[in-house]
DNA sequence: TAAAAATACTCCATAGGTATTTTAT
DNA sequence: ATAAAATACCTATGGAGTATTTTTA
């Protein structure tokens, strides 16, 4: 409904004048001249097309529709009220529903660690997860669906701040009784990636795999929709991969089947990062949650360098 | 609370962007334009402290705090649509409670037969009825503890309406077997004040019986708190009385020790009105009152005249 | 005469407009 | 290049002031 010029303030008169049941007084407690209160009496009455006061002789009366006026105002200016308290739970930001992505090549590793120290340092906070695809996941970032994503730079998306979590070597895992298994450890050049089982397109632990491997232009013939399906291929022989550490399991574990095997090269590892819309003001919450989880790196990962919560890299 | 100049306005270009998710359309819906919209969202979230709308990439979304804040908006809003909502009940405005009062000599003798038709007329008015002396009741209307008086002029109060209801003629009342029983009408100057009953000081009616009889120098020594108990006193031979022909009964009753005799004199009647303050505008429901009672006088009595309600009495 | 609200007027703060810039896609 | 919000700047409404009048007890 169009509020016709009705004001808050005119609603306090209202009041006043009824509680004082005089005008001048009513006007002096509302800090405003009597002629001034008096106008925006009259604006009130002529907006409501009743009149809300008897100016009777010395004092001042309500009439019948008056009354009923004067008690609605005062639900108005209580829901007012209402609206302009602060908002309380300013003690912890990082309360309440948060929804936060995560790609699904570290989403079933980070959590299961990450979990407990989250809840004990944010009792309140509601974490909602989602996994998928780092594209699905920004795309769901963008429009609001998610406050924040954990994935894999790099990441060419401009609006978003992207903080480091932590680094993670990559294992070779490769089934047990290959030539390569029996080596301590395994130069990237080594490997022969028609030989690869990688997962599917869109996942950017593929596209690093590849990279890595780039020198070899054989291009790998199976495919894996998750890394535990991936494990379980390379488990009866179909090829090897590149695994981040914390998807690591016991050698046991797969029968015993699978072997894991540290890489020489540096340049064998990928960073895991938290990314929220750099228009998120104020992001004390997603940066409390950064924190927490660059505390609690998955085993075989070793955390960021501590963050500076007032450094933006919203270039990223 | 002080309201540091929120206006409705503002809450409503709010909550339009948090259904638009648009600046530039939330301006249209609400028929401004875009900067217009922009300023006043900014005006509330900087008298709110914190940032309600993330201003994201070509779509706006609400923060966490922003989220309770529409909620509140909401209902300061359907607070305000409340107020502004029409007060309904306009097709009767004779409802809800009406306090009115009745001097003590029209009350008993005009209620039981005005009950009735002003219940059929106006069946959603409740009356609280009060009783006691003319200048009691005035001063009840004037503080605004009433809403109108049933009472007999004259009345030397100005800042009133007196609107004429009925006029009845009064009755004299004599113990049976007093000499002047015996005529079928009386001369008022044939009454010897001496031998009168009168009501307590202050009761109209005693004034005017003692008016209409001032010829006689003599004064009466005795008086009653009531009508019924000047009956009684009438009864035992106590002496005599001028009674409102709405008070007489049946000669029957008061085990036929009473007799009632017609008043030669025109002057012997007495007009019974409905006052209200002048101020109180507007005065329909009042008005409506009156013409009830005023179609429906008790027994003995003639309505007066009708009325125009147009007609602003404010100068008697 | 005193008290209280209404009226008359003046002023300026600000809500609203248009034009333009900035920013991100 | 386009879309969207922010910014700059201008205008005019109306909210608030002071001074005065009207009304009534």
Chains 1, 2 share one sequence.
Request: charged residues 25%; glycine residues 6%.
């Amino acid at each position: 409904m169009a509020m016709r010029g009705l004001s808050l303030r005119d609603l306090e008169y209202l009041v006043a004048v009824a509680e004082h049941g005089h005008f001048g007084r009513a006007a002096a407690s509302c800090g405003v001249s009597q002629p001034s209160l008096s106008a925006g009496i009259r604006k009130v009455e002529d907006i409501l097309g009743l009149r809300v006061f008897e100016r009777a002789s010395r004092r001042v009366l309500l009439t019948r529709d008056g009354a009923l006026a004067i008690e609605r105002a005062r639900h108005v200016l209580a829901a007012a009220d209402r609206f302009l308290a602060p908002v309380a739970e300013a003690d912890d930001p990082l309360s309440g529903v948060f929804r936060l992505g995560a790609i699904t090549t570290v989403g079933p590793y980070l959590f299961p660690h990450a979990l407990a120290p989250l809840r004990s340092a944010h009792p309140r906070l509601e974490l909602q997860i989602e996994e998928g695809l780092t594209s699905h996941l920004v795309a769901r970032l963008r429009v609001g669906a998610l406050d924040a994503v954990v994935l894999s730079p790099p990441l060419a998306e401009v609006g978003l701040v992207i903080e480091p979590l932590y680094r993670e070597p990559f294992r070779l895992a490769i089934p047990r009784g290959w030539p390569l298994a029996a080596q301590e450890t395994v130069a990237l050049d080594d490997l022969d990636m028609s030989k690869a089982v990688l997962l599917e397109e869109g996942h950017c632990l593929r596209d690093q795999s590849l990279s890595l491997c780039a020198a070899t232009g054989a291009r790998p013939c199976h495919t894996a929709m998750s890394l535990e399906t991936l494990k379980a291929m390379i488990a009866v022989g179909e090829g090897f991969s590149l695994l981040p550490a914390s998807a690591v399991t016991d050698e046991a574990s797969h029968g015993g089947l699978i072997r894991y095997r540290a890489l020489r090269d540096q340049r064998a590892h990928r960073q895991v990062a938290l990314a929220w819309r750099a228009s998120r003001q104020p992001d004390r919450d997603v940066r409390l949650l950064a924190a927490v989880l660059r505390r609690h790196p998955p085993p075989g990962a070793e955390a960021a360098p501590d963050f500076d919560p007032n450094f933006d890299n919203r270039s990223m």
